[in-house]
Nanobody
């Protein structure tokens, strides 16, 4: 049974930091990513990585502020978010198993339920 469980979301003021975690089980893949969806907007890719290379990919809007990482021993994917902005407010979800193509495209097989991030000005 595949499970992806996110944690670490919350409410912070602009300029603050949060670290999201995604613990996964029942799945083996070298492609993982973080995505977000704000109300009334489409889901967008935030960061992704291939554990085999390792290569990382970031949306332009988060480059230099967010860092994706992975702990293979703990089956955990992380997203360190610094210098948060109100426009970062969204539901953040992790995903495992890209179907190919752009790793920031939400064409992944397995998804978590998400964790809410709210940034106030």
């Amino acid at each position: 049974q595949v499970q992806l469980v996110e944690s670490g979301g919350g409410s912070v003021q602009a300029g603050g930091s949060l670290k999201l975690s995604c613990v996964y089980s029942g799945v083996h893949s070298n492609s993982m990513g973080w995505f977000r969806q704000a109300p009334g907007k489409e889901r967008e890719g935030v960061a992704a990585l291939f554990t085999s290379t390792p290569s990382t990919y970031y949306a332009d809007s988060v480059k230099g502020r967010f860092t994706i990482s992975h702990d293979n021993a703990k089956n955990t994917l992380y997203l360190q978010m610094n210098s948060l902005k109100p426009e970062d407010t969204a539901m953040y979800s992790c995903a495992v198993g890209s179907r190919g193509g752009n790793p920031l495209h939400p064409s992944y097989v397995h998804w978590g339920q998400g964790t809410q991030v709210t940034v106030s000005s």
